[in-house]
Every structure is written in C-alpha cells, then in structure tokens.
C-alpha cells in the first residue's frame, strides 16, 4: 500500500520528490523503488482523487 500511495503521489506532474519516514533498511528500499513502479492507469488515478476528495483532504489540507 505505501508503494502504490507514493506512486500515486509521483504521478502528480507538480510533484518531483517525495520526502518519506522510514524505521529499516527494507522500507527505505521499498520507498526509494515506489518510483519504479508502472504508472497507475487514469481509472485509478480518478478512483483516488475522488476518495481523497471525499474522506481525507478535509483532514490534511490545511497543512499545505
């Protein structure tokens, strides 16, 4: 799930890097390869957006 989330983060052309927390050596492997990952196809990138439309961004957004 953290690789699919950062790549979706990725995938925003106003996004060039991502700054992660990690606690081992493994999730900042998994991290530092979320960008090699294959993009996320229009449908799923749409399926996100509305579900952080809808549940998150009230929570978060004011931080930014």
Known sequence: MTQFALKWI?????????ITGAKTASQI????????KPDLDEETMMKVK????EKIKA??????
């Open 29 to 36: 492997r998994e991290n530092a390869n979320s960008s090699q």
């Open 10 to 18: 990725l995938m925003h052309k106003q996004i060039s890097t991502v």
């Open 50 to 53: 509305e579900l952080y439309e």
């Open 59 to 64: 929570m978060v957004h004011q931080y930014w």
